[in-house]
């Protein structure tokens, strides 16, 4: 086989529609662009969501929210998740494998919910002074 030789298989490429070319071609004079209008002039385009000069609705609706990109890798553990696991030194990974937060997470976070009685050790996770004073009090702690 030669790259020269090399063609488009047949009837899967269509000629190029050649409109103004007379009235005897059903596209001459308008080109299929009708009559008059912006849209029929050459260089004649609007903007998206141009609606005449009128405020557009994006400008006329107000601004609400905002969506965090970070929001999604960060997780909050509670201690009563702490208090069902069965493992005394916890870190991202146990959190992760047991299924307490979601595998993509970066920052965890252990917050004062619920109660804990059994003593562990916390390794590289963001804990509140609360959370903190009752793993302490129980007998645990922060790393």
Not at 38 to 51: I, L, T
Not at 95 to 105: E, I, P, S, Y
Request: proline share 2%; glycine share 14%; aromatic share 4%.
């Amino acid at each position: 086989m030669k790259l020269n030789t090399i063609s488009p298989a047949e009837g899967s490429k269509r000629n190029r529609k050649r409109v103004g070319r007379g009235i005897g071609s059903t596209d001459g004079k308008t080109a299929g662009r009708g009559h008059k209008g912006q849209k029929s002039r050459s260089g004649g385009y609007h903007k998206v969501g141009f609606e005449g000069g009128q405020m557009p609705l994006q400008r006329r609706l107000p601004k609400r929210g905002f969506a965090s990109k970070t929001a999604r890798y960060n997780a909050e553990v509670r201690l009563y998740h702490i208090e069902a696991m069965d493992v005394d030194v916890i870190d991202m990974e146990t959190l992760k494998k047991t299924g307490v937060v979601k595998h993509d997470a970066r920052k965890v976070k252990v917050i004062n919910t619920g109660d804990i009685s059994r003593a562990v050790t916390l390794k590289g996770l963001g804990v509140t002074r609360g959370a903190q004073a009752a793993i302490e009090a129980a007998g645990g702690k922060v790393e």
